[in-house]
């Protein structure tokens, strides 16, 4: 079959499609062109085509081949269109309020335009540092655990009890940690630091994960070397196998902070919503990011549009922070993991 | 001449550092034990309290229609998701082009790591709107499929719009899954098959599913688990009912668990916060027995699979 019929044959058939539409619209009153009809049509059309063409020149072989071509890409492009979108999207809108008074101003006293998300900024940061300072001791010593000395049943048990922990919605660590505050303070309460305590019950399983995995790619003649010169074993792990796998632990960390950095569900449930600035994480409501965007959208007030445009550029702003840290990560991994 | 064997010296910091490695490692179990007894515990007085009114005809006819809900969504996004998932591992791991392969696998991790409440924004703002035509088109000609029928939804926020979404946000994961597993099928097989004249579909067909399905299995069930707990997506997309309702084009849908938590939660006080926990521990229960099977489907095949 000639290089050019397949091209040819699906650019004509879109086209065709097109003026299918163009003509059945000009029939009717409406003016509107829906493309996806267009789309499906001319894919349809192309697909049909192409098999049966293919099938009298090549044999029923080749002809299946090229079907399952076209699935297959179509499939790919169908979901890169998604993502094309929202990037377009969160861009597009988020850029009309993306300026310095979003990152300067609090939403205290701030009804309709202006106003900021620097509360929420500050919240973020502060959670979510609490959480990570929470979860990569742990994490890290437990993978320790898994990898040097876990023989037997509890390791197993951790192990498989680390997998169900990587499954736990982040709605139901939000309620954990509601819970086990209201032990200690009673019903209704809302705290940041509960928030940071659900944010690290999300964070330690990818932790362990990634820190276990990188322990393992350690090769054992390391390990066997350093114990043939004496080093006794807690020494070997701090001096030996943790710097060789440092990088590793670090990409995965800063992918799990990644993770959790957009979580919603259990901060709305646990640290709740203000509209002011709040430095304590051990006093009352602290905002975050993610839940500044949900309320901005969910409450909006009368100037609906000047709440949709915080909400957008709040998007925005969650967007590039979780697309920065994974481009870190992935640095990190690249420049700084040994080699050979 | 002695009998007794030599024995290991245990210096003070070993002992130290591997008693907290043990304790880090059992701090694991405890928290989860924690997380069941607490919640456990906030959950018993929705039952032992005075009735609440949401609740009034007992806690499981309350909690029904979100169980129907959270699985009939999770259900549709992992249909539409897991034919899309094996399509696209399978072009970035035998279709594409060497050097577009890496970039496009960039491409679609980006799509994992974008937060589910922008996913949440962009679902009702820019996905429901441009569905909504569509979704006319199916109630107006296919409207007599059971699931198609009923009165279709003006803004588009539907089951179905929800499920699309639910399919977007556990595609990427599933596609790099599987991308995984497909990349180690051995390359023999694939070589031999190609040697004996076989075109890259019957290679495929031959070579690469069999040897990927338990992981393909697998990674369709992590992708349900995550699918059944997804909170903000659902919420701010879906036109809420309390009703059990099949049909996937109208306003009134069953809510998920999830997504009724993070609506009612924060207004809610006294005893509907217990229900709520209530609901919040079913939920744990489902996704907990999810991510066991898929667990025990991945064991069973691990010596066969590259799904480790």
Known sequence: MPKWLSPTLLVSFFLASFGLQVLLASDSDSVEINFIPVAIFGLLGFTVALYVISRVIEGVRKATDRLVTIMVSTAFSLALIPLLSLAYTVVTKGVARFDAKFFTFSMRNVVGEGGGALHAIIGTIEITGIATLISVPIGIMAAIYLVEYGRGTVARLVTFFVDVMTGVPSIVAGLFAYALFVIFFGPGVRMGLGGAIALSLLMIPVVIRATEEMLKIVPNELREAAYALGVPKWLTVLKVVLPTSLAGIATGIMIAIARVIGETAPLLLIAGFTASMNYNPLNERMMTLPVFVYTSYANQGVDMQAYLDRAWAGALTLMLIVMVLNLVARLISKYFSPKG | ?308
Do not use: C
Request: charged share 10%; net charge positive; proline share 5%.
């Open chain 2, 1 to 308: 001449m002695t009998d007794t064997k030599p024995r290991a010296v245990r210096r003070l910091g070993d002992i130290v550092f591997a008693n907290l490695a043990f304790f880090a490692g059992v701090s694991i179990l405890a928290t989860l034990a924690t997380v069941a007894a607490f919640l456990f515990a906030q959950s018993v007085p929705a039952f032992t309290g005075p009735p609440i009114d949401a609740a009034s005809e007992g806690f499981f006819s309350y909690v029904l229609p979100f169980v129907f809900g959270t699985v009939y969504a999770s259900v549709i996004g992992l249909a539409i998701a897991t034919p899309l998932a094996v399509g696209i591992a399978l072009y970035i791991s035998h279709f594409a082009n060497r050097r577009f392969a890496q970039v496009l696998g960039y491409a679609v991790d980006l799509l994992a790591a974008i937060p589910s409440v922008v996913y949440g924004l962009w679902g009702i703002l820019v996905l429901a709107p441009f569905l909504s035509p569509t979704f006319n088109w199916l109630n107006a000609n296919l409207g007599w499929i059971p699931i198609f029928a009923g009165q279709v939804s003006a803004t588009g926020r539907t089951m179905l719009t929800v499920g699309i979404v639910l399919a977007i946000m556990v595609l990427p994961i599933m596609a790099a899954l599987i991308r995984e597993i497909f990349l180690q099928t051995p390359r023999l097989h694939e070589e031999a098959a190609l040697a004996l004249g076989a075109t890259r579909w019957e290679m495929i067909k031959m070579a690469v599913l069999p040897f990927g399905r338990p992981g393909i299995i697998s990674a369709a069930m992590l992708g349900l688990g995550r699918a059944l707990g997804e909170t903000m997506a659902v919420a701010m997309v879906l036109s809420p009912a309390a009703v059990v309702s099949f049909a996937v084009l109208t306003s009134t849908n069953s809510n998920t668990i999830a997504a009724n938590i993070a609506l009612q939660f924060p207004e809610a006080g006294g005893n509907y916060t217990n229900l709520l926990i209530a609901t919040g521990l079913v939920l744990f229960a489902i996704t907990m027995v999810v991510n066991m099977v898929a667990r025990w489907v991945i064991s069973r095949r691990a010596e066969f699979s590259g799904a480790n």
